[in-house]
């Protein structure tokens, strides 16, 4: 899609115009193309449309004057960045996304706090899978013998092991299960992320 830029008759205002959407390509560049553009053409009808209803005043005041009521990109734009973020974070469920929704709606409740914590605990989950393959006797899921309770799941050295009489369970399929559980509780918490964005659309409404 071609965005056809709005052409001023004095330097300084083409000048004053130019810096002005360039800031706003800045402030919208982790979004997608298309909000990006969206965006893009939003504020640049709207000083098209105010500079016709301007006619006849000096280009340069009415510019900023303009410029001044719709504010600065960086802060009019972030509550509208961070939720397209996060909108696109839970459509396309990629973990970069995700990252960077969660980090623009900080300021937007503690809940995306609390959301950005248990993703950090699936790195949990990343750190074992490793520490399993440089230390396989040391680490695994540990459970009490004669007795289903899970005891530890992480590392334990082997003189913990025998005195609280517990066995590595797992053995070999260690590895495997902590893949699955990674992508089956990162779905899992992408789904909540969603749900929690689809009541707070509706509390707006």
Known sequence: MRIEDIKFEEKASQRIY??????????????????QDDIYMEFNSHIYESIQH????????????????????EEVLKPLVA???????????????????????????ISYIFFF??????????????????????????????????????????????????????GNWFIPVMLLSIVFFYFIITLLLKFKKSINQKTLL
Do not use: C, W
Not at 20 to 35: E, F
Not at 54 to 73: F, W, Y
């Open 83 to 109: 939720d397209k973020k996060l909108e696109q974070a839970t459509k396309t469920f990629n973990p970069v996304h995700v990252f960077k929704a969660l980090v623009l709606n900080f300021t937007n409740g």
């Open 117 to 170: 914590v248990l993703y950090l605990f699936l790195f949990g989950f990343v750190f074992l899978i490793f520490a399993k393959i440089f230390n396989p006797s040391l680490v695994g899921l540990y459970m009490k013998k004669d007795s289903f309770s899970v005891f530890v799941l992480g590392m334990i050295n082997p003189e913990d092991q025998i005195k609280s009489q517990t066995h590595e369970v797992l």
């Open 54 to 73: 301007k006619n006849g005043a000096n280009e340069v005041d009415s510019l900023l004057d303009i410029i001044e009521k719709l504010g600065s990109p």
């Open 18 to 35: 130019n810096d002005y959407m360039k800031r706003i390509r800045k402030a919208t560049a982790s979004l997608s193309k298309i909000n």
